[in-house]
């Protein structure tokens, strides 16, 4: 088998690991799954069926347990090349464009980049068409001129870098946090104060992995640093600008489900049902029909500005609320207006 494996390597992922001195027995198929993420369990199983989880250079069962000191090498198959990326003539909402970038207003229900179960019809997909003479578009990475994302349901402003100094430049930006976001939120309840600032660790949530989570003692996760603002207070929600201080995962729609004011129509983080108001039918066929306005969480990317880094000079771009939000909002408006009268 290994011979096998050593002339066919470039088809395998190859991971290896050493066990702590400390380590606790847990499964390998456990202790693997948090070991590489996004690589589900299943998988791993199969590999260790197949004799491709070796410890200590001896093949183990799924079910042998981990112990102090143990080297473990994984050789995964890489999945089918058949989702190859495909450039793709999907229209696109293009605010600014020069020859080092564009900035895109992405609309609400378009994954970012191509993933397992969306490997067609993506901003990059698109990209590829735009830019198809371009050589970074070209190159076969998963996420060419990409540094930084948006959620599907999220719609707003995503800069893409159309060269690799523009595309470093602007990643360093990103990371040293020295770029300028907000977004526009609408959240369930009615928030304390007019300003305020949420901070909380954010990981991996321990009951689901596709989710985040706040870990107020910092024991786990990253930092994350999330200023507000109240704009409108529209009785039973509120709409919030929201500043980032550093960029997690999913960060504005967990912290404020952590505060307990949810992103309205949020379907992983608790929005998408009636938190706030009547007990009436009447009252809730309205929420229903406001969440019936958008494909998911009310959550725009507003503004994006930052270095231009060809030119360093500050660029700031700004997009509009899209059309569903906007009657969400003005919906919330009237509701209100109707109940004070």
Not at 10 to 37: C, M, N, W
Not at 229 to 254: F, P, S
Not at 263 to 277: A, C, I, K, M, Q
Request: charged share 25%; net charge neutral; hydrophobic share 35%.
């Amino acid at each position: 088998m290994q011979e096998e494996h050593s002339e066919n390597s470039e088809l395998f992922e190859h991971y290896r690991f050493q066990a702590d001195p400390g380590q606790s027995l847990v499964r390998i198929d456990k202790f693997l799954h948090h070991k590489l993420t996004g690589t589900s369990r299943t998988r791993i199983q199969a590999a260790a069926s197949a004799g491709n989880i070796l410890v200590n250079g001896i093949p183990v069962k799924p079910s042998y347990r981990v112990k102090p000191g143990d080297g473990i090498a994984v050789l995964l198959p890489y999945p089918p090349r058949n989702y190859e990326l495909l450039p793709e003539d999907i229209p696109l909402e293009i605010v600014y464009e020069d020859d080092d970038l564009l900035v895109v207003n992405k609309h609400a229900g378009m994954v970012v980049h191509p993933g397992v179960g969306n490997l067609t019809g993506t901003l990059v997909n698109a990209l590829m068409y735009h830019l198809r003479d371009n050589p970074l578009f070209t190159s076969g990475e998963e996420r060419p001129g990409l540094v930084h994302r948006i959620d599907k349901n999220t719609s707003g402003l995503l800069v893409v870098a159309k060269s690799e100094l523009a595309l470093n430049k602007l990643a360093s930006q990103f990371y040293h946090k020295t770029t300028r976001r907000t977004y526009l939120a609408l959240v369930w309840g009615d928030l304390e104060q007019e300003e305020g600032t949420i901070r909380g660790h954010i990981g991996r949530s321990p009951r689901d992995r596709k989710l985040m989570y706040v870990f107020p003692d910092g024991s786990t996760g990253k930092e994350a640093v999330t200023h507000y603002r109240v704009l409108e207070r529209l009785g039973y929600v509120n709409l919030v600008e929201c500043r980032l201080e550093t960029g997690r995962t999913h960060q504005i729609r967990v912290h404020f489900q952590y505060i307990s004011h949810p992103v309205f129509n949020d379907p992983e983080y608790g929005g998408d049902r009636v938190l706030r108001g009547t007990t009436f039918t009447k009252y809730k066929q309205f929420v229903l029909n406001c969440f019936d306005l958008l494909p998911g969480q009310a959550l725009h990317a507003s503004t994006l500005g930052f270095v231009h880094p060809v030119l360093g000079r500050e660029v700031l771009f700004e997009a509009p609320l899209p059309g569903g939000f906007s009657q969400l909002l003005q919906r919330w408006r009237t509701y209100i207006q109707g109940r004070n009268e």
